[in-house]
């Protein structure tokens, strides 16, 4: 049993912490802003960045770690987004990403750079057209390899309506991709 000095020096679940957010922030800012890159218009995800980690502030103390810190924060980062995307008017051009997110690895050639970036570009437009809940599952499994339950229990879903919602997103993912490549020409 804890004495009465023990409770008081650990940090109550109201007051902030700044050394854990700091890890936690140094920990996940990157993975946050690359999910966010691909869940709202490019214009919002500055606002929706600093959204985030001003709801990850305020309730860190009332992670208990029953699950993963990242799914945490990327269900956060779900509903902020969700909350970016209704209170953003769709623009009627696509958004162009290509000098927003870093390449995986430098190009050899300029005319790998131009591949890369055009791939990039043709991503983020396909994802941005994808509706809303197949676009987090697709963003979920196939592009931050998040295993299917922990997908499931993030969205609160069924795992077989996730893995519907997987096999249509796929499907629709196809679809707009030979629509806009095709479009492109």
């Not at 050394?19 to 920990?27: C, K």
């Not at 800012?29 to 606002?47: H, I, K, T």
């Not at 799914?71 to 290509?98: E, F």
């Amino acid at each position: 049993m804890d004495t009465d000095e023990e409770r008081d020096a650990r940090p109550h679940a109201t007051e902030f912490d700044a050394r854990r957010f700091d890890a936690v922030y140094g920990e996940t800012s990157a993975f946050v802003l690359r999910s966010l890159r691909r869940l709202v218009v490019d214009e919002a995800v500055d606002d929706a960045f600093q959204d985030v980690y001003l709801v990850v502030a305020r309730r860190l103390g009332e992670f208990e770690g029953r699950s993963k810190l990242s799914t945490w924060i990327y269900g956060i980062v779900l509903r902020v987004a969700a909350d970016h995307r209704r209170s953003h008017a769709r623009r009627a051009r696509r958004v162009s990403a290509a000098g927003s997110e870093p390449a995986p690895e430098p190009p050899e050639t300029p005319e790998q750079a131009a591949r890369q970036a055009e791939g990039r570009r043709l991503l983020h437009r396909i994802l941005e057209a994808m509706e809303d809940p197949l676009r987090e599952v697709f963003v979920l499994v196939e592009l931050e390899q998040v295993a299917g339950p922990d997908v499931a229990a993030l969205l609160e879903l069924n795992l077989n309506t996730m893995h519907s919602r997987l096999r249509n997103a796929r499907a629709r993912f196809e679809e707009l991709r030979v629509q806009l490549t095709e479009g492109d020409r």
